[in-house]
């Protein structure tokens, strides 16, 4: 099997719509990294401001007035905020990523609302048909989990049957 995820299907006709619905539900932000992001709001999107929940590193840069100075040293979003300064982070513009790599597939689990960043490390990194031995990140368990429900029970989960039968869908790929 591929580690690498086939990219399949087509965009069904309200796209748009889904792709909306799903950043909503995650809250506008990034479901890995946590960075905030709303269409539409950001110009063409190269840098847009993080918020102290961001969890990932750079590229960022202070904003000083009008100005978008880049910050050389190895820094955290959340850290420098909390340390009062303005921080931006580059590309991480609001996409949908297709767990299964399925376009056409819109089941809530197969839908992550990732930033650019985020999207690309995880469709480079994650096959979820390739059986997976480590421990998933939290944020990803459920996800997985409804996914391995349909893949192994072929039933079509909630997020909170996913999250409440959580132990017994992830240990269908879990090694001893």
């Known amino acids: 099997m591929p580690r690498v995820l086939d990219i399949t299907g087509e ?32 110009g063409k999107g190269e840098w847009t401001a993080c918020s102290c929940d961001c969890t990932h590193g750079g590229p960022l840069a202070f904003l000083v007035g009008e100005s978008i100075v880049p910050i050389t040293a190895s820094a955290t979003a959340a850290g420098l905020i909390h340390a009062g300064k303005n ?3 580059q590309w991480r513009i609001g996409t949908v990523h297709h767990l299964d790599g399925d376009k056409s597939n819109c089941r809530w689990w197969n839908l992550l609302a990732l930033c650019q960043r985020c999207h690309l490390t995880i469709q480079s990194r994650v096959n979820p048909h390739q059986p997976y031995m480590l421990e998933h990140s ?9 996914f391995y429900a349909f893949k192994y029970e072929g039933r079509d989960i909630t997020r909170e049957e996913a999250v409440a039968d959580l132990e017994r869908l992830l240990a269908y790929e879990r090694v001893a």
């Open 11 to 42: 965009y069904p006709a309200d796209w748009k719509q889904i792709s909306d619905a799903t950043w909503a539900a995650a809250g506008h932000r990034c479901i890995r990294c946590h960075h905030p992001y709303r269409k539409g709001e950001h």
């Open 87 to 89: 921080v931006l982070a």
């Open 138 to 146: 939290e944020w990803f368990k459920p996800y997985v989990a409804a």
